[in-house]
Nanobody, 121 residues
Framework: QVQVVESGGGLVQAGGSLRLSCAVS????????MGWYRQAPGKQRELVAT???????NYADSVEGRFTISRVNTKNTVSLQMNSLKPEDTAVYYC???????????????WGQGTQVTVSS
C-alpha cells in the first residue's frame, strides 16, 4: 500500500556532510508526520528528527543545530541534511512516514529499509 525508500547514505569523514532523502509512494491520501530514526550496532532505534505536515520540526538533542529536516509535500519527500558529522552519528538511518491511505482513509505507519551512514574519525 505504501512504499518508503531512502537514499543518500555513505561514508564521510568527521566534520563532513551528507544529505539523506526519502520518497513515499503508494495509495496516499495524505502524508502526515515524517521522520528520520537511526540505529547503531548494539543500540536501540532512536529518533533523529520529525516534521509535521505543516512544517513543525523536532530534533534529538544530539543532532540539534547540526541536522536539518525538510519536506516537499507536493513530491511526498523528506530530507535530512547532516552537517558537522561525528563518529557517533554512525548508524543505519531509517525514514518513517505516517500516512492516511486511500480508499479506506486508515492511518498506517511505514518504514523504509534503511541506509547506512558511516562517519570515520
Amino acid at each position: 500500500q505504501v512504499q518508503v525508500v531512502e537514499s543518500g547514505g555513505g561514508l564521510v569523514q568527521a566534520g563532513g556532510s551528507l544529505r539523506l532523502s526519502c520518497a513515499v509512494s503508494g495509495s496516499i491520501f495524505t502524508l502526515r508526520t515524517m521522520g528520520w530514526y537511526r540505529q547503531a550496532p548494539g543500540k536501540q532505534r532512536e529518533l533523529v528528527a520529525t516534521i509535521t505536515s505543516d512544517g513543525r520540526t523536532n530534533y534529538a538533542d544530539s543532532v540539534e543545530g547540526r541536522f536539518t529536516i525538510s519536506r516537499v509535500n507536493t513530491k511526498n519527500t523528506v530530507s535530512l541534511q547532516m552537517n558537522s558529522l561525528k563518529p557517533e552519528d554512525t548508524a543505519v538511518y531509517y525514514c518513517n512516514a505516517d500516512v492516511r491511505i486511500q480508499p479506506t482513509l486508515r492511518i498506517v505507519n511505514s518504514w523504509g529499509q534503511g541506509t547506512q551512514v558511516t562517519v570515520s574519525s
